[in-house]
């Protein structure tokens, strides 16, 4: 059964930079696309970025674009999401997921991590 452990969350200013990790674990980690969703309170989940099984395409978020960066390692079987010039909107719970595709929809992801909070403060 594939497990998804998430790092790296957090208490940061506005403009400050945090890098999560997701460690993946269970199965063949290259076979799998991966990706990033948050949930702030009272909201729904929502689509952050997410990075095919080679690395070689991801996509982003309009509202992240140009400030996070999605990437793996498929020799440590971690993927990583390094967020910059973040923002008080970016507060929420971030969970990694992975599939078969690298998609936008939560829907599309077979399995999740527990989440990691990140709080950005103004």
């Known amino acids: 059964q594939v497990q998804l452990v998430e790092s790296g969350g957090g208490l940061v200013q506005a403009g400050g930079s945090l890098r999560l990790s997701c460690a993946f674990s269970g199965r063949t980690f290259s076979s799998y696309a991966m990706g990033w969703f948050r949930q702030a309170p009272g909201k729904e989940r929502e689509f952050v970025a997410t990075?095919?099984?080679?690395?070689?395409?991801?996509y982003y978020a309009d509202s992240v674009k140009g400030r996070f960066t999605i990437s793996r390692d498929n020799v440590k079987n971690t993927v990583y999401l390094q967020m910059n010039s973040l923002k008080p909107e970016d507060t929420a719970v971030y969970y990694c997921?992975?599939?078969?595709?690298?998609?936008?929809?939560?829907?599309?992801?077979?399995?999740w991590g527990q989440g990691t909070q990140v709080t950005v403060s103004s």
């Open positions: 997921a992975a599939g078969g595709y690298d998609s936008v929809y939560p829907t599309q992801y077979n399995y």
């Open positions: 990075i095919n099984w080679s690395g070689s395409s991801t």
